[in-house]
């Protein structure tokens, strides 16, 4: 893995010493499909309207791809996809790449954060013990403008022209 020289100058202003070098690593997290077939790992990685999957990445400063069979929303379109060139990772296991080009002195540690995230997200929970999941319908409920909370007064999220029976008129902003 190479590197980029970020500054010609040190601390101390003399030319040529490279303070801190920018580094470019990649990581590949397998996706656990095999043992649990049934588990929607791509759903729960991007959360809703990709909004989980930006966290993340927003958090740690890495950028995460997800790939392999599974990660085209569309099958068909997958399908279709699988032998065209810069999709040849159709044709392998679903996976995570992790990504980061950073200053060498934090690569290691945001790619370890990342990495701790990931193998959180990747790991099967019976629904009904899902915080997360939970926490990720809540916040597609609030995108949708459909949460009711549970408790009977009303919270100034929750109205009643916000439910199913009465739509909010769609706005450009």
């Not at 030319?15 to 095999?34: E, F, H, S, T, Y």
């Not at 588990?39 to 989980?52: A, C, D, H, I, T």
């Not at 690569?107 to 899902?130: F, G, H």
Request: charged share 25%; aromatic share 6%.
């Amino acid at each position: 893995m190479g590197f980029l020289q970020t500054s010609t100058a040190g601390w101390n202003g003399a030319p040529g010493i490279i303070a801190n070098p920018v580094l470019k690593k990649v990581i590949r997290m397998d996706v656990p499909v095999g043992k649990f077939p049934n588990f929607n790992f791509v759903g729960r990685l991007l959360g809703p309207r990709g909004n989980s999957l930006r966290r993340v990445e927003a958090t740690t400063l890495c950028r995460v791809y997800i790939r392999g069979r599974g990660s085209v929303k569309d099958s068909v379109k997958e399908e279709k996809l699988r032998d065209k060139p810069g999709y040849e990772h159709l044709s392998e296991p679903l996976h995570v790449l992790l990504e980061a080009e950073l200053p060498a002195d934090i690569i290691d540690t945001r790619l370890r954060q990342a990495m701790n995230i990931l193998e959180d997200l990747l790991k099967p929970v019976d629904e009904s013990m899902d915080y997360y999941k939970k926490n990720q319908l809540r916040e597609l409920a609030i995108l949708n403008g459909t949460l009711r909370e549970e408790s009977p007064q009303m919270s100034p999220s929750v109205s009643p022209f916000n439910s199913t029976s009465m739509k909010r008129a769609k706005t450009g902003i």
